[in-house]
């Protein structure tokens, strides 16, 4: 297995440490207490939300839920295989404000970190309607507070986005991979933008030293952050309720399977969290990763897990898929991954581009080539069951024509 991840060979991987979801998860730090506590803190923002993103509708960041029957077709056409059970999307390249993934775990820090913030200093209780965070002088005071992340382009954005909108100070750290455009789209939000040449563990270490000795600094670290990742994990709560409106059932008979696109492991992480403590062994949990930077693969393979770096393995870090882009996995992440998911499978940058022009062709779903990831999972494991495929489609929304109109061709 290593020496076809590091020749870029696409791989397939069942997990030979996988133990039951309820052993592993009654050894991990956070609890179902823990998402239900996220969501209620994105609760009492939705005022906020909503005054400032009316297109959120509610106040609440959540996206659609849709069957891809035409996808399915065009799979088994293109690849002569029948895949078994139905195939769906959960669609966070239509999150509202960042148009990613990342909305979900990104937004939710800095909710919580302005939270904190505000009850410390008495400004608001948890009764109180929080809309009023929004007037000129929260914006001030907010103001006197830095926060400071490191991107490969998502992330960065999520962030950016809502923390100058409070009223932050926000400096986003991007790695080479980040997309100008996405540079762009900050900085037109009012967000400070520090471009590095390097990948996006260098973007990391440098937000980190820029915050250190700053109390009034906050760092959001993609690689160890439990914020963030629990922000991710509700995706779990509110995927139950799409099942259970699209009269989808999860149970020995019905499997449900779900294919992560993953970079530093955060955001798939935190998801696989929440479906294995509600669905427990009936969800099936599969992380991708570009050939090109399979970091948690190959440090889960390998026993490295964070203490690895895909470049000692020759492997460049080089790929479309941007937001996946990541050399060294996150520690807390590789940690409760390496008994708690299925498996994962790594992908080739051509795969990414061919899934991406089907789905709009056959869908009409616009999703960035970090996205695509997923598609292809329900073609790899056989099924003897009715399963239920969801293709986790991460982000897409915010690309402007021009770029999609390259990726397409
Ligand atoms: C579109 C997209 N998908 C998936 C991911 C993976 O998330 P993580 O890096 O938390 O594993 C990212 C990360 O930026 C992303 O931008």
Known sequence: MIRKIKELQPIIWDNPLKKSAKEVLEGFSLKFEDIEDAENRLQRFAPLLYKYFPETEDGIIESPFVELPAMKTALEHTYSKKIKGRLYGKCDNQLKIAGSIKA???????????????LENQWITEEDNYEVLGEETYRKRFSRYKIAVGSTGNLGLSIGIISATLGFEVTVHMSRDAKQWKKDL?????????????DYGKAVEEGRKA???????????????????????????RLKKDLERNKISVD????????????????????????????KDFVQCYFVEPTHAPCMILGLVTGKKEK?????????????????????????????????????????????????????????????????????????????????????LTGGDLIPEKEFEKLLQ
Request: proline share 4%; glycine share 10%; net charge negative.
């Open 252 to 279: 020995q008979k019905h499997p449900l399977r779900v294919y992560l696109p993953c970079g530093v492991g955060g955001a798939p992480g935190g998801i696989a969290f929440g479906l294995k403590t509600i669905f």
């Open 104 to 118: 979900r775990g990104g937004i939710y820090e800095v909710l919580k970190f302005a939270e904190t913030i505000a």
């Open 308 to 392: 690895l770096h895909i470049k000692d393995y020759g492997i460049d870090n080089i790929t479309e898929a941007d937001g996946l882009a990541v050399g060294k996995p996150s520690k807390m992440v590789s940690d409760l991954s390496e008994t708690l998911i299925d498996g994962g499978y790594t992908i080739e940058d051509e795969t990414l581009l061919l899934l991406l022009k089907t789905l709009y062709q056959r869908e009409k779903v616009k999703i960035e080539p970090s996205a695509a990831a997923g598609l292809l999972g329900p073609l790899l494991w056989e099924d003897t069951k009715e399963t239920t495929h969801i293709a986790w």
């Open 211 to 237: 915050c250190m000795g700053d109390e009034k600094a906050h760092f959001i670290d993609d690689e160890n952050s439990k914020d963030l990742f629990l922000g991710y994990s509700v995706a779990a709560l």
């Open 186 to 198: 900050l900085r037109e939000k009012g967000a400070r933008v520090v471009e590095y040449q390097e």
